[in-house]
C-alpha cells in the first residue's frame, strides 16, 4: 500500500469509530434520542374527584426503557382499572405498550410512536379494537392530558384524563 492509501484508510476507520460514544470500558454506548425526547412523562402524576382517583407513575427501567403503572382506585380501596405500560425505543422507533389486566388474555398491546413535538407524544395502533390512538401532552401550567380516541362499536370516542404531577 502506498501513503495515500494508507492516509485514507486510516481517515475512513477514524470516522467510522468516531461516529459512536464509548463509556469507560470501551463499550458503545447508544443513543436513545425518541425516548429521551419523552422525560418529561417521568415522574408521578394523579387526578382526584368525587369518584376517586386516577394514578399514572413512569420511572426509567434502563436506557432504552421507561415503566409506567397507571391504576384507578374507588373509594380508597377497590382498583377499577389496573394497567401496566411501556416506553421502549427499538431502533429508531418509540413503542408505547399496554397490558391491562383482565383484557387481550392479559397480554401486550403495542401502539407505534406516530408524532412527537416538544410536549406531545402520539402513539397508534389501527388494528386494536379501541382505542387505535394514545396520546400524552404536556400543557404549559404542568398538567399532563392523555387522551385515548379512535372507533368503538362503530363510532368515534374519545377519553381525556387531565393530571397533575404529584412527584
Aim: hydrophobic share 30%; proline share 2%.
Amino acid at each position: 500500500m502506498n501513503k495515500l492509501s494508507i492516509s485514507l484508510l486510516t481517515i475512513l476507520l477514524l470516522s467510522i469509530v468516531s461516529c459512536n460514544k464509548y463509556d469507560a470500558n470501551g463499550n458503545i454506548i447508544k443513543d436513545y434520542e425518541e425516548l429521551e425526547k419523552a422525560n418529561w412523562i417521568l415522574g408521578e402524576w394523579e387526578k382526584k374527584d368525587s369518584l376517586g382517583t386516577l394514578r399514572e407513575i413512569w420511572e426509567r427501567l434502563d436506557d432504552s426503557t421507561f415503566v409506567g403503572l397507571s391504576y384507578y382506585i374507588q373509594n380508597e380501596k377497590d382498583t377499577l382499572h389496573n394497567e401496566q405500560v411501556e416506553l421502549m425505543q427499538n431502533g429508531e422507533h418509540l413503542f408505547y405498550t399496554t397490558t391491562i389486566k383482565g383484557e387481550n388474555n392479559d397480554s401486550p398491546i403495542p401502539f407505534q410512536m406516530t408524532k412527537d413535538e416538544d410536549s406531545l407524544l402520539v402513539f397508534e395502533n389501527p388494528k386494536h379494537e379501541y382505542p387505535q390512538k394514545i396520546q400524552y401532552k404536556l400543557m404549559k401550567n404542568g398538567s399532563l392530558i392523555a387522551t385515548i380516541s379512535g372507533k368503538q362499536n362503530g363510532k368515534n370516542s374519545a377519553g381525556n384524563y387531565s393530571m397533575n404531577k404529584v412527584k
